[in-house]
């Protein structure tokens, strides 16, 4: 069942909270401001006061935020979205900064990059890559559990002078149960202690065979450092993306993920987005987790001011009422009473499950109350 207090109720209808429990009194119905009451006595209060029923239910939801299934001809291929995971020191960090000079559009005049938890790379032969750089495990199991699965492919780090550690476990764990294909880098090759040879030994005792043992698990010796077979790297990414068969229809009203979201100063809220269907817009209204708004300005990851993003293209967004979590959905909506209907039935359904969580406050204070 649904609930709302009296004071909510009496603020969404723009009424006084003492003429809302007059009425109700009258009803039959003895209620405090903070008291929740179900979604039928909430109608009949309604009714009572002559206002509009707009029941928004978790079928409205849907329906907003989920449009029809894509047709098979209005599917394009998309850039894959890469996670780096890996022990601590393997060298994540030095790797995604690597690949990231990689990048042939990073030269443009007057593009300064940026953080915002995600960037895409442009290859010599025009593919991209969309890779995630907000730091490993934590943000790739937060997201999942907040059921976003926005990574196609794990690059698993592992240092040719150290072996599979504890945290290389956790990721190999990680991307298993997320069904995630594995490529892996062995980092630090240019070091005279580096032995790839046994790190790939290691890997047939976590049941990662790779290809050079007969099996299915493409390994490529790197240095972050010598950037060393980084386009190596690059080229096997897009070879398993090839096999993944990814793609999206950018024709349709934007859905993706949030990736990292913050409040600012001087610029509000800002999220980053990362597209995973349709297009967005300067000017779209938008749902993300509780939160809505409308698209003030979309930054890409060099910070420069773009007009739409795609799928799979990372974005900065701003225009947001509050900050959403990562891993929450974002989703442009028809208009802004949709927008903001979702986002305050969302709201309201959060903090009945804390109130749910908090125990029987609410049935203790009516008994109280009477
Ligand atoms: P992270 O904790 O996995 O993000 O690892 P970092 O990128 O911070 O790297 C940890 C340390 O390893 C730093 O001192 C790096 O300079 C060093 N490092 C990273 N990659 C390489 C590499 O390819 N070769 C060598 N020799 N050192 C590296
Ligand atoms: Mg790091």
Excluded at 67 to 74: L, V
Excluded at 279 to 293: K, L, P, Q, Y
Excluded at 294 to 322: F, H, T, W, Y
Excluded at 335 to 357: F, V
Aim: with cysteine; aromatic share 2%.
């Amino acid at each position: 069942p649904e609930f709302i207090t009296v004071g909510e109720l009496a603020n969404r209808m723009a009424e006084r909270v003492g003429d809302v429990i007059k009425a109700m009194m009258k009803m039959g119905v003895m209620a405090t401001q903070n008291q929740t009451i179900d979604a039928d006595t909430a109608e009949l209060v309604i009714e009572e006061f002559g206002h509009r029923i707009n029941r928004v239910s978790e079928a409205d939801v849907e329906d907003g935020i989920s449009g029809a299934e894509d047709k098979a001809e209005d599917l394009k291929s998309r850039a894959p979205v890469v996670t780096i995971m890996g022990h601590v020191d393997h060298g994540k960090t030095s790797l995604l900064d690597a690949l990231r000079q990689t990048d042939v559009a990073g030269g443009e005049a007057g593009g300064i990059t940026q953080h915002i938890g995600a960037y895409q790379v442009k290859l010599e032969g025009g593919d991209q890559i969309t890779f995630l750089d907000t730091p490993g495990h934590a943000a790739f199991t937060e997201m999942r559990m907040r059921g976003a699965n926005v990574t196609d492919i794990v690059v698993l780090v592992v240092a040719a002078d150290d072996g599979i550690q504890p945290q290389t476990k956790e990721a190999i764990a990680h991307s298993k149960a997320a069904e995630v294909p594995i490529i892996v880098a062995i980092n630090k090759c240019d070091k005279p202690e580096a032995d790839p040879g046994r790190i790939r030994n290691q890997l047939l005792e976590h049941e990662l065979v790779p290809e050079e043992l007969g099996g299915d698990i493409m390994c490529l010796e790197v240095s972050a450092k010598a950037k060393l077979n980084l386009d190596k790297l690059e080229e096997a990414i897009l070879l398993q993306a090839e096999m993944l068969e990814l793609s999206a229809n950018p024709n349709r009203r934007a859905e993706g993920a949030i990736v990292e979201a913050k409040l600012e100063k001087g610029r509000g809220s800002v999220a980053t987005v990362l597209v995973q269907r349709g297009t967005v817009r300067v000017g779209d209204v938008f749902v993300a987790g509780a939160e809505s708004g409308r698209v003030r300005a979309l930054l890409n990851d060099k910070g420069r001011n773009i007009e739409e993003a795609g799928p799979s293209v990372p974005v900065e967004v701003l225009g947001l009422q509050g900050t959403p979590q990562a891993g929450d959905d974002f989703v442009v909506v028809r208009d802004d009473t949709q927008a903001r209907e979702i986002a305050e039935y969302r709201q309201r359904k959060a903090k009945e499950a804390t109130q749910a969580i908090a125990g029987r406050g609410t049935l203790e204070q009516m008994f109280s109350q009477i």
